[in-house]
């Protein structure tokens, strides 16, 4: 049987090269005899590329079994897909980067008991984040810092190394520069019975939900059960709006809002829009053009704007790197920022889809709690969409959906 490793990643190191690095066999120390034998990656970046892949050149390789494009499926169905690709593909190796993130749990069983089965005959090399998520069949243990690997004894040592630093207490919230009073209606959103289908399938079946000022929701349910949909309902994005009883900041869907009239009242934040930032952008001005909504800064800031801007970098305690480019920071970095800027003008309505995927369990221990301050210190309502079960997230509801062959439905609980 071959040997399999867990190589816990910091969000300091870019664990994307490091599976590069691996599939060509390097360090040679670990894993030089890769070099001459077939592998592949499984990771977000590999379904990025057959995505690209397919919409440039047509060619749909993992999607041979689906009608719809690779782009148009869930998370979690993407994954299902470039799955059933690598199981076909005779491997030596497998390199997973990051394998059970995006995915509900019963998909993440699914994924455990299939790379149980093929490690009888593939060597397993596993690049996470989340000590949780090391699977069963791992003999080596390494931890990757500082272009170094560390061999651990056990999970024990890494929970050690991953264990959240208390000593680092933020800071209050900082208020906006100007109090939104835009909205007077108590209910943000509202949706009453709203069923939306594509192609004679329905997503979702008569949902109620009334999101109001100043709370905090999570929005949970296996991936394909319409999360994206309902969000994009929220946003202004999903023209299946358009004939529901659905209302948006005190307006009815249809009533001749423009998008632009939604989104204004909506801070939005997701990992994938970071890829939307790639020029050269100043960590404090990146902050600051949240005030514009802007993809960057092409203005000049005012002096109460880089005030405000200092003391969000005080609360994610990156103050020392105001002027690094923010293409520069890690990935857990990038979050916080993304976070803020999202934050600064207190929004009426701050979404976070997935916002934690990807963080290790630091850096999501710190997002977390900046999360809670900022539901607990600002007038904003916060909806959370997660699949992970994130320690010490504390939401006052949760709506679940619930699917089935007729859409899926809508559960409101506590957490």
């Excluded at 169905?77 to 199981?87: D, F, G, M, N, S």
């Excluded at 004894?153 to 520069?177: M, V």
């Amino acid at each position: 049987m071959p040997r399999h490793y867990a190589i816990f990643v910091d969000n300091q190191s870019q664990i994307e090269q490091l599976a590069f690095q691996i599939q060509k066999g390097i360090p040679e120390e670990y894993f030089g005899d890769l070099s001459s034998k077939k592998g592949a990656i499984f990771s977000n970046t590999e379904i990025e590329r057959f995505i690209w892949e397919e919409e440039q050149h047509d060619l749909r390789e993992l999607a041979t079994k689906r009608p719809q494009p690779l782009r148009s499926l869930s998370s979690g169905e993407r994954k299902k897909a470039l799955l059933e690709h690598v199981l076909g593909q005779n491997l030596d190796f497998l390199v997973l980067v990051n394998p059970f993130d995006n995915l509900d749990v019963a998909f993440q069983k699914e994924l455990r008991k299939s790379l149980h089965t093929i490690s009888e005959s593939v060597k397993l090399i596993q690049l996470l984040n989340r000590a949780e998520d090391i699977l069963s069949d791992t003999n080596l243990l390494l931890a990757f810092s500082k272009g170094e690997f560390l061999p651990l004894e056990n999970t024990e040592a890494l929970k050690s190394l991953t264990k959240k630093d208390n000593s680092n207490a933020l800071g209050d919230i900082p208020p906006p520069l100007h109090e939104n009073n835009s909205i007077l209606e108590e209910k943000l959103v509202e949706f009453k019975n709203v069923t939306v289908s594509y192609d004679q399938r329905c997503i979702l079946k008569k949902i109620n939900w009334t999101i109001r000022k100043n709370e905090f929701w999570q929005l949970i349910g296996p991936n394909g059960s319409g999360k994206t949909t309902l969000l994009t309902l929220m946003t202004g994005d999903n023209h299946k709006g358009y004939g529901q009883d659905l209302t948006l900041f005190g307006r009815k869907k249809g009533s001749g809002e423009s998008v632009w009239d939604i989104k204004e009242h909506i801070g939005y934040f997701t990992p994938s829009m970071i890829d939307q930032f790639r020029g050269y952008h100043k960590v404090i001005h990146m902050i600051v053009s949240g005030l514009h909504d802007s993809v960057g800064l092409y203005q000049e800031p005012t002096d109460a704007e880089l005030r405000l801007a200092m003391s969000w970098l005080h609360v994610i305690q990156l103050e020392h790197k105001k002027n690094v480019q923010f293409r520069e920071l890690s990935n857990g970095e990038k979050r916080l920022v993304m976070l803020s800027r999202a934050m600064i003008k207190h929004p009426p309505l701050l979404i976070l889809d997935e916002p934690t995927a990807g963080l290790d369990d630091k850096n999501a221990a710190f997002f977390v709690d900046l999360v809670n301050r900022i539901a607990k210190q600002s007038t904003s309502t916060l909806v959370f969409v997660s699949h992970r079960v994130e320690k010490n997230l504390d939401p006052m509801s949760v709506l679940e959906l619930i699917p089935s062959v007729n859409g899926s439905s809508g559960i409101t609980k506590k957490p």
